[in-house]
């Protein structure tokens, strides 16, 4: 069974900063691009930070410059640092892979007070 577990969610005041962590276990194939999206109140989903196996990203403009993906290939894991965190970061953040098959994580919650 294919399963992406995400940590490291929280509250953190603004200007602050989290790690998020994702490991993906029953995945017997390769795994190919990882990423991180969010999804805010009222809002669609949406691509956070994008990883090839061969370690090209790729952000959305919104986190230039403050979040870093990185991935662990020996270990199917994929994190997501992000600093100076704004108000407006505030979401559920969720893991993504592909073998090419794509997987979800059930989301953790990143919560940016003001």
């Known amino acids: 069974q294919v399963q992406l577990v995400e940590s490291g969610g929280g509250l953190v005041q603004a200007g602050g900063s989290l790690r998020l962590s994702c490991a993906a276990s029953?995945?017997?194939?390769?795994?190919?691009?990882m990423a991180w999206y969010r999804q805010a109140p009222g809002k669609q989903r949406e691509l956070v930070a994008f990883?090839?196996?061969?370690?090209?990203?790729n952000y959305a403009d919104s986190v230039k410059g403050r979040f870093t993906i990185s991935r662990d290939n020996s270990k199917n894991t994929v994190a997501l640092q992000m600093n100076s965190l704004k108000p407006e970061d505030t979401a559920v953040y969720y893991c993504?892979?592909?073998?090419?098959?794509?997987?979800w994580g059930q989301g953790t919650q990143v919560t940016v007070s003001s």
């Open positions: 990883i090839t196996s061969g370690g090209t990203t």
């Open positions: 993504w892979a592909t073998t090419p098959r794509a997987y």
């Open positions: 029953g995945i017997s194939s390769r795994v190919l691009n």
